[in-house]
C-alpha cells in the first residue's frame, strides 16, 4: 500500500499547470501571474512632495528655527495632478500639496507644521504672499523621487508569483487594467451509491442525503477551482459511464464512494477498465481506500486529453480528509501555485491516541495556543462517517505509521486546516 | 489624537450586523449562520455497517480464529441503501456492504479480511451460501449507531458560527438545499484628487494611474464584502456631492485620499457638513489621515439610514495598511463574525527602526519561521506611497508609540497578512 507522499507524488505527476487567461486585474485576486508585470513607467512618474507645505530651496532654511523663522516669497501654489510653471529662486516657494509635482529650484519640502502657517489660518490659501520656515530643511527632504518606487523598463511583478491585493494595486498603478493568469481548474464531483438522496428531496428509510457533493464542492470552491456538480450516480454501470461522460470536459473529476472493496464499488472497476487505475489504496486513516487514476477527456477545441480522476472514500470525514491531503495539492499545483503544503504547527496532545492500524492517522483535533503554545484535543468520536468530527476540528493531528501509541502530553505535528482567523471557537 | 485602539473602537460602534438572507448552502461558505440547524433526522439514520462484510450475531463467532472458523450460512446481501428483509437467526449471517442497514437479529460486523471470503474471489456474490468467521466479533463491532453523529431533534449548528466546508456538508447531511445567513455588505469605493487617471486611460505629464481603487477593492472581495467601484472624483465639491450619492445603497463607503490638512482636501470638510465626521486623525503610521464619519443613506425599501464612512489615506500603502487595521474589523462586525483580529506572531527584528514620530508604527515585513522561530525583515523603504513595500511583505511589524527604537534582535509583535499558503516567498 502507498504512503501519504508516494501517493500524493503519483498524483502530483498527473496533475499539469493549466493555460493561461486574461482578466481584469479585480478578478485576477488569488490566481498566479502567467506574465512579467513591466513597467513602462516611473512610479511616482515625476519627483513630488510627501507632504503638505512648501517647496523651497534647502540653502534658503539655513538657521531656521522657531526662535529666528526665514521668510520666503510664495510665488505659487501646486496640487497634486498640477505642475508648476514657476521657478523657486532664491527667497522665494511654492505653497505644495502631497503628491504635486516638485517645482523647478526647489530641492526639499518643509511640512507645514514646521512653517507659521497657523497664522494664515484665516486667509484664503491664493492670498497668502508669504511664510515662516521653522525648521532647517536637508536636501531632499519630504521628496519622494521620481521611481522611486518602481522605475521605467523594470519587472515589477515576477511571473509565477500569487496575486493578492498589493499586486492587484500596483498593476493598477502601472496602468494595467487586464492580466494574464493561470486560470482556474474546473472540477467535476459526482456521488456515487444507491443509498445517496439529493438534499431537496424527501428521505425514504435506509436512505440518507449527499452530503460528499457539497462538503467537495465547496473546498473546491475555497482553493480557487470551479466546482461543477453531476449529481448523484446509482451503483450501475450504465448510468456510472454516462454521468462519467459529463465530466470530459472538465480539468478534473472527483468522485466520492465506489472506492472500497465492496462488489458494488463500481468506480474503480469502470477507472481501471475505461481509463488508466495508478493505484487505489493509501496507508492512512481515514481514507485508505482513494483510487486515483486518468479517464478520457476533450479540451475545448475537441483535442483528446486525460483528466486526473480521484475516487474519494465515502464516508463524509474521510472525504474530507482526503481531499485536503491529495485534492487541494493537485488542485494548487493545476492553479501554478508552488506553495503546496498546509501550514502544520507542533502541538502538545490533550488526548491520548492508539494507532494499531499501521497507517498514518489524521484524527480531528482543536487546535489553540495558549501561553505560547499549541495544545491539542481531539473532537470527540473519531469515526470516518462521522462529519461532526469535521466541523468541530480545526486542524488534524498527525500520527505516523510507526507510532503505536500517543499519550497525554506528547509533542506531534498538526495540520492546520483554518488558521483562527477563519475558525469558529 | 486617537489611538488605534480609540480610532478602532468608533468605528466598531458604527458597524452594525446586517440582516439575514437566505442563500443555497453551496453559497453560505465563509458566512455566519443567522439560524440554528436543527437535525429533523438521526444521522446515521439507522445502525449501519461501517464495513464490508457480514453480519452476524456475535455470539455465533464465539471461539473463531484462523484454525478454528466459525462457518455461517449466507442468507441475503444487503447493500448500502437498501434493507434486508431475512433476520439473522442462529447459524446465518447476512453479506452487508458499508453504509447499509444492519439486518434484525445481527448484533455485528466481521470485515472481509477477516472472514474466508477470498476463497469466493470467483464465486457472483449472489452465489456465495456459506462463509467462515476467523476472529471472534464483539457485539456493536463495525456498526455504526443511529443518531450516533446527530441525533434527532438536537441543534446541529449555532447561529452564529462561521460556514465552512464541514459546516456546509453537516447541513446537506440533514437534508438542507438552502440556510440563512448574515448577508455580505456592500462597500462604495471612491478615489479622490485631480491628479487620477483610470487604469485604462494614457497617462498624461504629472498624473498617476488610481491603483488605491483596486487594492482596496480586491481587499473588500478578500474579506468577504461586495465592493462597488464609484470610480474617482476630482477635487470638485459638486463632483464629490454627486458621486457620493452613488454610494447611498451601499452598507460602507470608503473613500481614499482628501483626508490631510491640504487645503483642498475636500472629503473630510463635506464630511463635516453633510454628514457626520466622528474623527480624522490616528496615532499610528503609516496611516495618521484617517477620516471616519457617517453620511447619509437608504436602505431597501427607501428609509433613510446612515452609513460608516472611512476616508482612507490617499497614498498607496497608507491606504491598505488604514484598511486592514480599521476596515477589516469593521467588515467583519457587520458580517456577523466574532473573531475581528488578524493573527500574530512573536518575531525576532532583523533590522532595526526609530520610531520618532510618537506614534504606533506597523512597518510591512517579510516574516519567515527558521529553526521554530519567527523572523522578520522589512521590505526595504517604508514610504507611505510605496506600494512595492506592501508587495513584498507578508506581514506588519508593530512598534509601540512609547518606544523609540527597536534593535536587531529585538523581539516585537508581528501582525500577518498572509499565512504562508498564500504566500510568494
Redesign the interface.
Known amino acids: 500500500m502507498l504512503s501519504v507522499e508516494e501517493a500524493l507524488q503519483k498524483i502530483l505527476n498527473e496533475a499539469n499547470v493549466l493555460e493561461a487567461e486574461s482578466v481584469p ?2 478578478e485576477s ?2 490566481q498566479v501571474l502567467a506574465e512579467d508585470i513591466k513597467s513602462d ?1 516611473n ?4 519627483d513630488n512632495s ?1 507632504m ?1 507645505g512648501y517647496a523651497v530651496r534647502s540653502q534658503d532654511t539655513k538657521g531656521a528655527s522657531e526662535k529666528t523663522p526665514r521668510f520666503l516669497q510664495v510665488i505659487d501654489i501646486v ?5 508648476s510653471r514657476q521657478e523657486v529662486v532664491p527667497g522665494t516657494t511654492v505653497r505644495i ?5 516638485i517645482p523647478r529650484g526647489a530641492d526639499s519640502v518643509v511640512q ?1 507644521e514646521d512653517t507659521d502657517e497657523q497664522k494664515n489660518k484665516n486667509t484664503p ?1 491664493e492670498k497668502i504672499t508669504r511664510v515662516g520656515i521653522l525648521s532647517e530643511a536637508r536636501p531632499g527632504l519630504n521628496i ?1 523621487l521620481a521611481g ?3 522605475a521605467r523598463g523594470t519587472i ?2 515576477k511571473k509565477g ?2 496575486v ?14 487586464r492580466v494574464k493568469v493561470i486560470r482556474r481548474p474546473i472540477v467535476a464531483v459526482l456521488s456515487t ?4 438522496v439529493e ?3 424527501s ?1 425514504p ?15 473546491v ?2 482553493y480557487g477551482g470551479i ?1 461543477k456538480l453531476l449529481g448523484i450516480a446509482r ?1 450501475d454501470e450504465a448510468e456510472l459511464v454516462s454521468k462519467l461522460k459529463q465530466a470530459q470536459d472538465a480539468d478534473m473529476l472527483l468522485t466520492t464512494g465506489g472506492v ?5 464499488d463500481m468506480v474503480k472497476d469502470i477507472l481501471a477498465r475505461d481509463g488508466e487505475m495508478l493505484f487505489w489504496q493509501v496507508r492512512v486513516k481515514p481514507g485508505k481506500p482513494l483510487a486515483f487514476g486518468k479517464i478520457k477527456g476533450k479540451d475545448k477545441n475537441g483535442k483528446s486529453k486525460s483528466i486526473p480522476h480521484l475516487g474519494l472514500p ?3 470525514a474521510s472525504c ?1 480528509v482526503s481531499f485536503e491531503l491529495f485534492v487541494r495539492p493537485a488542485l494548487l499545483k493545476m492553479m501554478g501555485k508552488k ?1 503546496l ?3 502544520t504547527v ?1 502541538v502538545i496532545m490533550e488526548d491520548s491516541i492508539k494507532n494499531d492500524a499501521g497507517r498514518r492517522i489524521y484524527d480531528r483535533a482543536i487546535i489553540e495556543k495558549r501561553d ?1 503554545h499549541y495544545y491539542a484535543r481531539l473532537t470527540g ?1 473519531q ?6 468530527s ?2 468541530l ?1 480545526n486542524g488534524l493531528v498527525l500520527i505516523p505509521e510507526e507510532i503505536t501509541k500517543v499519550n497525554k502530553g506528547d509533542t506531534v505535528q498538526a495540520l492546520m486546516l ?8
Open positions: 486585474i479585480l485576486l488569488g513607467i512610479v511616482p512618474p515625476l510627501a503638505d496640487l497634486a495632478g498640477s505642475i500639496m502631497t503628491g504635486a509635482p507645514f490659501a519622494r522611486e518606487d518602481i515589477a511583478l508569483i500569487v493578492r491585493s498589493a499586486e492587484i494595486g500596483l498593476m493598477a498603478s502601472l496602468g494595467y487594467s451509491g444507491n443509498e445517496l438534499v431537496s428531496q428521505l428509510e435506509g436512505k440518507i442525503y449527499d452530503s460528499n457533493a457539497y462538503s467537495i464542492a465547496s473546498l470552491k475555497r466546482p451503483d472500497s472493496m465492496g462488489d458494488y465515502g464516508n463524509a474530507m506553495n503544503t498546509k501550514p507542533e505560547g468520536p469515526g470516518s462517517g462521522i462529519l461532526t469535521m466541523s476540528a483554518d488558521w483562527n482567523e477563519e475558525v469558529n471557537l
